[in-house]
């Protein structure tokens, strides 16, 4: 099923529409998800990689999009992180993610930048997702922020650093792996 054109859409609407549509929801407004790019992709997979690598025989899970994560249970709202890391398998059902991650990453695109600076950086801090990550993949910069006393206490990182996971205790994601990719011919 496809989501009609209306003005509000509920939770359980956007869970029932089919596999292939990638579409966010945000307090009932519908926000089509446009197609990544190649360096967005190849971004998200060094991440996803050098995570699940790490994660391997451990009690926790990184899950790439798309993978919906519902933060509130009481709001219309349904997100689409780009990468997320979950220890708590309790918040899991086949489809999405109850509650908050433990980590989640969003790679910056034009269309999604101002959403992912603004809106779901202010949803993932108030539902206390532990530690929030933007990656500029044009900047080849990674913003971490970890929640402390309600607040993301922010670290820029840029691709000679090694940046160390918050919450996950000794995993550090070599950057120059994650920016250092070839450009396309």
Not at 40 to 47: F, G, K, P
Not at 65 to 85: C, I, N, S
């Amino acid at each position: 099923m496809e989501p009609m054109k209306k003005e509000y859409y509920t939770f359980e609407e956007w869970l029932s529409w089919d596999e292939d549509v990638r579409a966010e929801l945000y307090d009932g407004s519908l926000v089509m998800l446009a197609q990544p790019s190649v360096r967005h992709q190849r971004v998200l997979m060094e991440l996803a990689a050098q995570l699940h690598s790490f994660l391997k025989g451990k009690r926790c899970s990184v899950f790439p999009a798309p993978f919906g994560v519902r933060l509130d249970e009481k709001e219309d709202t349904a997100l689409e992180p780009d990468l997320v890391v979950i220890c708590d398998m309790s918040k899991l059902d086949d489809k999405i993610c109850h509650g908050a991650p433990d980590l989640v990453v969003e790679i910056l695109s034009p269309s999604t930048a101002r959403m992912d600076r603004g809106l779901k950086y202010r949803k993932y801090q108030k539902a206390g997702v532990r530690e929030y990550w933007i990656v500029d993949p044009e900047l080849n910069l990674l913003q971490a922020g970890v929640l402390k006393d309600g607040a993301y206490i922010t670290t820029v990182y840029d691709p000679e650093d090694i940046a160390p996971v918050a919450v996950l205790e000794g995993c550090e994601i070599n950057l120059a792996d994650v920016f250092g990719q070839e450009p396309l011919k």
